[in-house]
Nanobody
Framework: QVRLVESGGGLVQPGGSLRLSCAVS????????MAWYRQAPGKERELVAT???????NYADFVKGRFTISRDSAENTVYLQMESLKPEDTAVYYC????????????WGLGTQVTVSS
């Protein structure tokens, strides 16, 4: 059973930083594509950043230059370093994992709340 557990959320002032972590258990982590999504109140869940098993990253335009996704295979953990946070970054952030082909399975964490407010 694959399990994703997010941590690192909290309250931060505009312009501040946070680092989210997602610990993955029960899988061959190094083979999984990973991502972070977020969902603000009253809005659809949206993709924030992705990282392939090979370490290739991609970002939504609204976080480019501010957020960095990374992974540590020794720790079975994926990170989201968030800088220059804005009030509009306030959301629940979810960790996402997808197992490799030919029959990929998607897994989600329960989310961690990030609130950007003065």
């Amino acid at each position: 059973q694959v399990r994703l557990v997010e941590s690192g959320g909290g309250l931060v002032q505009p312009g501040g930083s946070l680092r989210l972590s997602c610990a993955v258990s029960g899988s061959i982590f190094s083979r999984y594509a990973m991502a972070w999504y977020r969902q603000a109140p009253g809005k659809e869940r949206e993709l924030v950043a992705t990282i392939t098993s090979g370490g290739v990253t991609n970002y939504a335009d609204f976080v480019k230059g501010r957020f960095t996704i990374s992974r540590d295979s020794a720790e079975n953990t994926v990170y989201l370093q968030m800088e220059s946070l804005k009030p509009e970054d306030t959301a629940v952030y979810y960790c996402y994992a997808k197992s490799p082909a030919p029959y990929p399975i998607v897994y989600w964490g329960l989310g961690t709340q990030v609130t950007v407010s003065s």
